[in-house]
């Protein structure tokens, strides 16, 4: 299988503390991985060594069956919670700034817009968007340098259902429909239990489980049924 993002014996501190505690890590390409732990699990840091943004005191990760360096991020996408966005400018006006910053050929512009479906309203300044449109502009940021990883750290934060189920459907897409393998970051059960085919479950640093929605049901399926009793029994019996 090809994996998107492998990392090894994954360790990461803070001081004397240790956030992270020898993670491996295998994300299948052109699929959705779901990241999945309690605030504070140690996915957001994950996130920033995934993204090159801090540096690992041990272990290595790999990416598209390559070493991590510099050079693989122009192949990642990102969004980290909310989007930063200049209101007084319209969105295309705001993928223009980001285009240029990446020296993106134009026609990504109309591209990301129709991906996220904000074809229509890409004229509009961005303070007339609704906070659901404003993440979607945020998706077509992420999109703008045609990216094969999508890295994303709860998409769905503060968004009301409709904006959920927006975001939702986009999500489903990108594999399908673009190729894009996602990293999805959530502490949200539903979310994860309704997008993710593989899923990796997180918790004081460490991995505590790794494959298929099925393969975990299966694992717990003589003593729980849902997955949050799955979850919950996992973490659990994790801090005793």
Known sequence: MAYAIETQDLTRRFGARTVLHQ?????????IYGFLGLNGAGKTTMIRLLLGLIKADAGSIRMFGQ?????????????????????????????????R??????SRIDHALAVVRLDADADRLVR?????????????????NAP??????EPTNGLDPAGIHEIRELLRGMPREHGITVFLSSHLLSEVEQ????????????????????????????????????????TSASSQ
Request: charged share 20%; no cysteine.
């Open 195 to 234: 997008l993710a085919e593989s899923i990796g479950i997180v918790h004081e640093g460490k991995l505590l489980f790794q494959g298929s929605l099925a393969q975990l049901r299966a694992a717990w399926s003589t003593t729980h049924n849902s997955l949050e009793e799955i979850f919950l029994g996992l």
């Open 128 to 144: 007339e968007y609704s906070l659901g449109m404003k993440q979607r502009l945020g998706l077509a940021l992420a999109l703008l």
């Open 101 to 106: 910053q990446i020296a993106a050929p134009r």
């Open 23 to 31: 993670v491996s890590l295998r994300v299948p390409e052109s699929g």
């Open 67 to 99: 070493p991590f360096g510099h050079e693989l991020l122009r192949r990642i996408g990102s969004l980290v919670e909310m989007p930063s966005l200049y209101s007084h400018l319209t969105g295309r006006e705001n993928l223009e700034v980001t285009r």
């Open 148 to 153: 094969q990883l999508l890295i994303l750290d």
